[in-house]
């Protein structure tokens, strides 16, 4: 068995935010109404802390994966500072810091005019509460553990020279007393919740707990009936006890860590299924307006500035069904537009769109359209004479353009060996992998000259001098080197893919058909 360490319990009471339980569910109520009637004269916490005189701290929150800083205050020559002012201060869990942000302890936000008093001996172990039944709840709760860690790290100590010394007897009865430590911890936690179900803590508690997944169903055979039985429980029920009503649980450590995990762990990275769970949770985080702004804002930031192919697919999903729709209240309308321009720009190259039809001028002012290209394999080319990282690229496009298509070229060759004379032709065979490639490059003769010190091995040299195709707008091209791998149906299979990774991702695309969770660069 593992054995929790001090600092393993310490962080728990700090950062997981566990409290002792309430003394009753009526008294908690009155005390919430009471800081109701405070709260309209905004909030005022009064934090003193014995020995630290004259020295400057912070008042800061819990917010997703990060801390922030909310005011500042200075102790006067009793260690006595005053946080205030005419807002109400979102509940959650705040902390106080020193002036080089070192973290001093932790407290709950709930009623808006509270004191808190320590010392610098002991700064959990002798806080006094006033005004605030959560933090008394809160700070008992850390007192009791603190007491439950010392104990553990002398047990730590003894179960170690007892194991060193092959006392096996010996450890088993401390492992017996370590083990009887953790169940008095559980337990007061249990009494949270039993007793006070509706405090932040109880709330903070129910998230930190697993599902229990039941066993998967057997047929009268003993065989399991669904393989991913127990995945899709596990899945369907990730939430049960989160209580998105509540909008202080975003402001609590526990939280994000919770629901990224959820969000990169448990669902397939698979535009699909992230669009599909991603509505549910979301419907789910309505209850409460500052969780499903923080659910949409991370899921669409996160997504929209993903690095593997593919997931710029739920960026488009969300903004055409949140964002689009109004239902993003807090942002203002130039960014909802500015949005919905950039989801404009995508729609037509996600992986799996068929892409629009470009048809370009060659060197010779010939027509030439993407939609006749007969090869298995496309690559959609924009680029620049002029581009240094063009210039780098090019000859690993020319590289897997000889290696995809090396078969295929002896194969022509042989057939155009035979048709010498032939009265009747065979035709040759269609690439596997050839290009469309669209010079963005300012000057013609520029890029001509390119063309010609290069000899790149395709046929095909393009541009479109007049914009007559859109291709900006459509292939969302804002810099050059742009490339599309598309297939023989004209659907996106690859976007935005570096050169040397083609041949790869072309040969892996022939074994499974997947050109999603591989990054882009």
């Not at 905004?42 to 801390?67: A, C, E, P, R």
Request: positive net charge.
């Amino acid at each position: 068995m593992r054995i929790l360490k001090i600092s393993t319990i310490i962080l728990l009471s700090s950062l997981s935010f566990i409290a002792f339980a309430q003394k009753g569910k009526d008294k908690a109520k009155s005390n919430l109404e009471a800081s109701s009637e405070k709260s309209t004269i905004g909030h005022s916490i009064t934090v003193t802390i014995k020995g630290y005189q004259n020295k400057m701290f912070y008042l800061g929150y819990y917010f997703g994966d990060k801390q922030y800083l909310r005011d500042s205050a200075i102790t006067d020559a009793k260690g006595k500072m005053n946080f205030s002012g005419p807002g109400k201060l979102e509940g959650g869990v705040y902390l106080i810091a020193t002036a080089d942000k070192s973290l001093l302890f932790d407290f709950i936000v709930t009623e808006q005019v509270f004191s808190l008093e320590t010392d610098t001996i002991s700064l959990i172990e002798n806080m006094v509460v006033k005004g605030s039944y959560e933090n008394e709840v809160f700070f008992k709760y850390n007192q009791f553990s603190a007491n439950i860690g010392k104990q553990a790290n002398e047990l730590e100590v003894k179960i170690k020279a007892a194991k060193e010394a092959k006392n096996t007897a010996e450890e088993d009865k401390l492992m017996d007393n370590y083990r009887s430590l953790m169940k008095d911890l559980t337990a007061k936690r249990k009494v949270i919740l039993e007793t006070d179900p509706t405090t932040l803590i109880s709330k903070v508690f129910r998230m930190m707990q697993e599902i229990d997944v039941p066993p998967a169903p057997k047929n009268e055979k003993g065989e399991i009936t669904d393989s991913n039985f127990q995945y899709n429980y596990y899945k369907q029920h990730y939430f049960d006890n989160f209580d998105f009503s509540d909008d202080r649980i975003t402001r609590t450590p526990i939280f994000f860590p919770k629901f990224e995990t959820f969000m990169l762990k448990v669902v397939p990275q698979i535009p699909d299924s992230i669009n599909e769970t991603a509505d549910k949770v979301l419907k789910l985080a309505e209850k409460g307006k500052e969780n499903f702004k923080f659910c949409l804002f991370w899921t669409t930031n996160y997504y929209e500035s993903s690095q593997y192919m593919g997931m710029d697919a739920v960026f488009v999903h969300l903004i055409d069904n949140y964002y689009a729709k109004g239902k993003a209240y807090w942002v203002d309308s130039l960014l909802i537009w500015k949005m919905k321009d950039r989801v404009e720009k995508l729609r037509h190259n996600l992986i799996g769109a068929k892409v629009k039809n470009l048809t370009m001028l060659d060197t010779n002012g010939q027509y030439h359209s993407l939609y006749n290209m007969d090869s298995k394999y496309t690559l959609v080319l924009f680029w620049s004479a002029t581009c240094g990282h063009c210039k780098e690229e090019m000859p690993k496009i020319a590289e897997a353009y000889k290696d995809l298509n090396k078969e295929i070229i002896a194969q022509n060759n042989i057939i155009n060996l035979k048709n010498k004379g032939a009265k009747v032709l065979k035709p040759t065979l269609p690439l596997n992998f050839d290009l469309f490639p669209v010079s963005m490059t300012e000057t013609v003769e520029e890029w001509k000259k390119y063309l010609i010190e290069q000899k790149f091995p395709w046929k095909l040299n393009l541009y479109d001098p007049l914009n007559e195709t859109n291709f900006r707008q459509y292939y969302d091209v804002y810099s050059t080197p742009v490339l599309y791998i598309i297939d023989k149906n004209k659907k996106v299979i690859a976007k935005r893919i570096a050169a040397e990774k083609i041949k790869s991702f072309i040969e892996d695309y022939e074994k499974d058909g997947s050109g999603l969770l591989k990054k882009q660069k």
